[in-house]
């Protein structure tokens, strides 16, 4: 079974940044695309960012680009999450998802493997 482990989340002001760290159990880590949800408080799970793991291709949803920044290290099995101009509409719970395949898509559904979540909080 594939664990995923998510860090770096915490409390910060608007304006600030954090970086969220996720580290894959997965051998085949190096061929899954790798997705970044969030989920704020009283909505739905919702997309964030993903990479490729064919090309390195990278993939945002329209809210955070500009200010997000996603990253993978193969070698160590990591994918990063780098928050930038943080605004309190990013607080949620953020997850790290992985896919059998190695293509990104911006669907829940379509991720096998999830972390617990990392709670990020941006006050005004």
């Known amino acids: 079974q594939v664990q995923l482990v998510e860090s770096g989340g915490g409390l910060v002001q608007a304006g600030g940044s954090l970086r969220l760290s996720c580290v894959s159990s997965?051998?085949?880590?190096?061929?899954?695309?790798m997705g970044w949800f969030r989920q704020p408080p009283g909505k739905e799970r919702e997309f964030v960012a993903a990479v490729s793991g064919a090309d390195g291709s990278k993939y945002y949803a329209d809210s955070v680009k500009g200010r997000f920044t996603i990253s993978r290290d193969n070698a160590k099995n990591m994918v990063y999450l780098q928050m930038n101009s943080l605004k309190p509409g990013d607080t949620a719970v953020y997850y790290c998802a992985q896919r059998a395949s190695a293509y990104t898509t911006n669907q829940p559904w379509a991720y096998d493997y999830w972390g617990q979540g990392t709670q990020v909080t941006v006050s005004s």
């Open positions: 997965a051998p085949t880590f190096s061929g899954s695309a």
